[in-house]
């Protein structure tokens, strides 16, 4: 017995294979621009220190860990 597939349900299905493809490819593009807006940003409110950021970006192919990048920590101003 040969069951053939309605072309309704093959369209959905079509749908869905991209459709979970290109959901990887928006989280991807929104990891992009909330990583460039918030360096955009604190440069602008002068919150970046761009050695520090230059420093971890250039700390190598392995990337940096928390031990061997020597910069305390950020203090967020207090509020008053």
Known sequence: MHR???PRRQLQLLIFGIDTFMS???ALTNLAGNSVATLVIAR???ALDTAHVNKVLHAGTRGPR???VDSPPAQ???KT
């Open 66 to 68: 928390a031990e061997t």
């Open 24 to 26: 990887e490819c928006r």
């Open 4 to 6: 053939t597939v309605p």
């Open 76 to 78: 967020l101003p207090s």
């Open 44 to 46: 602008r409110e002068n």
